[in-house]
């Protein structure tokens, strides 16, 4: 399976066996992290809804900040694909103002900039979705392996257009949930070390059982693929 862990920050991965150390591994950035029971998490670390926080608490010192029921509202009648950043451009890490890098980064790459709170937010999420897709592609590069759909876990999965965008961007279902994610594998581990229950396999099944699990299925691909060629060429992923 892959997955991504979507918050403040993405992680975008899977489970293996043995870990994958080769050239295109280092390149492209990802990490193979020790995990629970003798497995690795070949991953790579995005940038996230740290871009929207950043967005939102500009908004707020302006005044400007609708909420986000009326901002995802905003979001989704805002024009499709008009700009698109590289999340992980440096110089979204902790710009004074979240806005104004990104219209600064439109300009910088020969775009024209958002030009209202909606578009700008939709820039973002179409912009993550893409970096997903690209992220997923690689995985499946270095693994050899053609994933059915990606399972997205964390707060991220709140953000229901992020989600929709995922499955347009990628062409495959989305599967969303659980939400407390971190908090849920910290109680499996304890879970485990205690006796509670047999391992990683049987917390797994617990998991399914106990929470819903939402999915989201592509439906409006038109623009995505042509999109994507356009995130390729943008730099630093």
Same mark, same amino acid.
């Given at each position: 399976?892959?997955?991504?862990?979507?918050?403040?920050?993405?992680?975008?991965?899977?489970?293996? #066996?043995?870990?994958?150390?080769?050239? %295109?591994?280092?390149?492209?950035?990802?990490?193979? #992290?020790?995990?629970?029971?003798?497995? &690795?998490?070949?991953?790579?670390?995005? /940038?996230?809804?740290?871009?929207?926080?950043? @967005?939102?608490?500009?908004? #707020?010192?302006?005044? %400007?900040? *609708?909420?986000?029921?009326?901002?995802?509202?905003? /979001?989704?009648?805002?024009?499709?694909?008009?700009?698109?950043?590289?999340?992980?451009? $440096?110089?979204?890490?902790?710009?004074?103002?979240? $806005?104004?890098?990104? +219209?600064?980064? @439109?300009?910088?790459?020969?775009?024209?900039?958002?030009?209202? *709170?909606?578009?700008? =937010?939709? @820039?973002?999420?179409?912009?993550?979705?893409?970096?997903?897709?690209?992220?997923? #592609?690689?995985?499946?590069?270095? /693994?050899? &392996?053609?994933?059915?759909?990606?399972?997205?876990?964390?707060?991220?999965?709140?953000?229901? =257009?992020?989600?929709?965008?995922?499955?347009?961007? !990628?062409?495959? *279902?989305?599967?969303?949930?659980?939400?407390?994610?971190?908090?849920?594998?910290?109680?499996?581990?304890?879970?485990?070390?205690?006796?509670? !229950?047999?391992?990683?396999?049987?917390?797994?099944?617990?998991?399914?059982?106990?929470?819903?699990?939402? /999915?989201?299925?592509?439906?409006?691909?038109?623009?995505?693929?042509? +999109?994507?060629?356009?995130?390729?060429?943008?730099?630093?992923?």
């Amino acid at each position: 399976f892959a997955f991504l862990s979507s918050g403040t920050w993405s992680l975008l991965g899977t489970e293996l #066996e043995r870990p994958i150390v080769d050239e %295109r591994a280092l390149a492209w950035n990802f990490a193979n #992290e020790v995990g629970i029971g003798g497995t &690795y998490r070949l991953l790579r670390n995005i /940038t996230g809804l740290w871009l929207v926080e950043g @967005c939102r608490r500009a908004w #707020e010192r302006q005044g %400007r900040w *609708p909420g986000y029921e009326a901002m995802a509202a905003a /979001t989704l009648e805002a024009p499709a694909f008009r700009a698109t950043i590289d999340p992980n451009d $440096p110089s979204f890490l902790n710009p004074v103002d979240m $806005p104004d890098a990104i +219209a600064a980064f @439109c300009m910088a790459t020969g775009q024209t900039p958002p030009d209202s *709170p909606g578009s700008v =937010t939709r @820039c973002v999420l179409e912009s993550l979705a893409l970096a997903y897709r690209q992220a997923l #592609e690689r995985v499946e590069a270095l /693994t050899g &392996y053609r994933f059915p759909g990606l399972h997205v876990v964390g707060g991220g999965t709140r953000n229901d =257009t992020l989600l929709q965008f995922t499955a347009e961007a !990628i062409g495959r *279902p989305v599967w969303s949930g659980p939400t407390e994610a971190t908090a849920i594998g910290n109680l499996l581990g304890q879970l485990m070390a205690s006796g509670r !229950i047999a391992g990683v396999r049987e917390g797994r099944v617990l998991v399914r059982e106990s929470f819903p699990v939402r /999915t989201f299925e592509p439906r409006a691909r038109k623009g995505w693929d042509e +999109a994507f060629h356009r995130f390729q060429s943008l730099g630093s992923m």
